[in-house]
């Protein structure tokens, strides 16, 4: 069986991000079994307040984002209903499939690398950025396949 860590923080209650934290636990785990990435810590968390609101670079709210790599991840989550979750969820750990395969990596001042070449992130819509329209496409595929697998495991 392959060795998946999934840690919730003691911040989490269970409608700290708007769900059952049990359902987006196995979404992530269904995830990374899918995706076959081993050995890493995936924590999940409400966004910080502070970044509520913030808008993505198309004008739609900001409803995830990952940060991390080697074997330790943050899922950041706004409160998502079901059907959104595992959207986000999806999508999210497509990107943490980027950072792991170290085809994504974030610097600061919003400096991305992206299969070997630098973007200025900022400077940049958010539907021309590559890593973006693979995890959007991706995270689809992902999306099914993991509804598959819990449907299976339930």
């Not at 970044?51 to 989550?77: C, M």
């Not at 085809?103 to 400096?111: A, C, G, H, S, V």
């Not at 991305?112 to 595929?141: I, R």
Request: charged share 30%; proline share 3%.
């Amino acid at each position: 069986m392959k060795k998946l860590i999934i840690i919730f923080a003691a911040l989490i209650s269970l409608n700290a991000i708007g769900q059952d934290t049990q359902e987006a636990r196995d979404m992530v785990a269904a995830g990374l079994i899918e995706l076959g990435i081993e050995g890493v810590e995936v924590r999940i968390m409400p966004i910080p307040s502070y970044l509520k609101g913030l808008v993505k670079g198309h004008g739609d709210e900001l409803e995830g984002f990952i940060r991390g790599g080697g074997s330790a991840y943050t899922l950041y989550l706004k409160d998502l209903k079901n059907t959104s979750l595992l959207r986000v969820i999806s999508h999210e750990l497509i990107h943490l499939e980027q950072i792991n395969d170290e085809r994504l990596k974030t610097l600061p001042e919003n400096i991305v690398f992206w299969d070997g070449q630098e973007y200025n992130g900022s400077s940049m819509d958010y539907t021309d950025k590559p890593w973006e329209n693979e995890a959007h496409n991706d995270g689809d595929n992902l999306k099914f396949k993991i509804k598959k697998i819990l449907k299976n495991e339930r």
